[in-house]
């Protein structure tokens, strides 16, 4: 019984990455090349820069997976990508080059949803089954909340009207000129906040459909900021407005995310929630989701940082659909929509 190693892609957004683990979900390495950088000037992913920078770095960022596996391309007896959801040029990157190394290798070829790998990190970090279970997705992309029945099976139960968790964080982050990206900025000002400052909306936070919106939240916090004169407004600057601001936006996110948490649990009738995506980072979050946890009686998973945001080994549920036989057809394309 020969180990196979997996070599997985993941371009969707803005980082480059790649990972090799075994059918036995033994991550032997994860590399992950940041974009930050090249986008920063610009406050927020630019797409067609995303794109150039992935043909950049794919190849020096896989030769990297290996090395750190000692593996050598010849060993990997299965390719895995995200193949969807997000850019459509940047996922193109990953596609392309994953059907070119399985189709030079002569090994299988699997398609994995970016979407579903973030919620499989929390069970490659709990190193045991998870499902079913319910999912939490919340990233720059995405806010959703599934019912996992297994790695393989998701159905939606409730998404994002508008922005996304993550997307909120990077706007607001971009009204205070705290820089890009804005989620860790966001975190960091508003631990010298005041979350009670301002009583911001949290949208149908008392209503039983598991949806979410998070664009009035941020218009809210702009008017908070400038008054009524938005179109000449400069960020405030740092101080205790700026925190303030911070911390009462980080609350009223993390109060939203924890009800519609609790409140698919009860739905459910399911007693474990899995989070991922790179808004679980967040520590305010976590601590929330843990306290409402512990009073339901579920259990809480959620990967450690490096497991929370874009990175490749969390695509190790391709081992899932790989012991199904579940390949990729050889014209696999990218699909930027899924939801
Ligand atoms: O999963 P991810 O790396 O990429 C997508 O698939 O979107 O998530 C990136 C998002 C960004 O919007 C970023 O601002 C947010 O996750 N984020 C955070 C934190 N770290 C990253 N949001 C809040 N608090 C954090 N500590
Ligand atoms: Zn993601």
Known sequence: NRVTYFLALETSC?????????????VLSSVVASQTDLHARFG???????????????LPVVDDALAR????????????????????GALLVGVSAAKALAFGLGV?????????????????????????????????????????DTALSMELLGGTRDDAAGEAFDKVAAILGLGFPGGPAVEREAAAGNPKAHDFPRSF???????????????????????????????????????????????????VLA??????????????????????A????RAALEAMCKKEGADLFIPPLSLCT?????????????????????DLDAEPNWL
């Open 14 to 26: 803005d980082e480059t990455a790649a990972a090799v683990f075994t059918d036995e979900l033994q």
């Open 44 to 58: 927020g992913v630019v797409p067609e820069i995303a794109s150039r920078a992935h043909l950049r770095s794919l």
């Open 69 to 88: 596996a000692h593996i050598g391309l010849k060993d990997i007896g299965c390719v895995a990508v995200h193949n969807t959801p997000g850019l459509v």
């Open 108 to 148: 299988p070829l699997i398609a994995v949803n970016h979407v579903a790998s973030h919620i499989f990190a929390c069970r490659l970090a709990a190193g045991r089954d998870i499902f079913p279970c319910v999912g939490l997705v919340v990233s720059g992309g995405h806010t959703a909340l599934f019912r996992c």
């Open 205 to 255: 936070i008392h209503d039983g459909r598991l949806e979410f919106s998070f664009s009035g939240l941020k218009t809210a916090v702009m008017y908070a900021c400038h008054g009524q004169d938005v179109k000449r407004a400069t960020p405030p600057g740092p101080g205790q407005k700026r925190a303030d601001l911070a911390a009462s936006f980080q609350s009223a996110v993390v109060d």
């Open 259 to 280: 009800m519609k948490c609790k409140q698919a649990l009860r739905k459910t009738g399911l007693a474990r929630l899995a989070v991922g995506g790179g808004v679980s």
């Open 282 to 285: 967040n520590k305010p979050l």
């Open 310 to 330: 874009d990175n490749a080994a969390m695509a190790a549920l391709a081992v899932e659909k790989w012991k199904q036989g579940a390949f990729a057809p050889d």
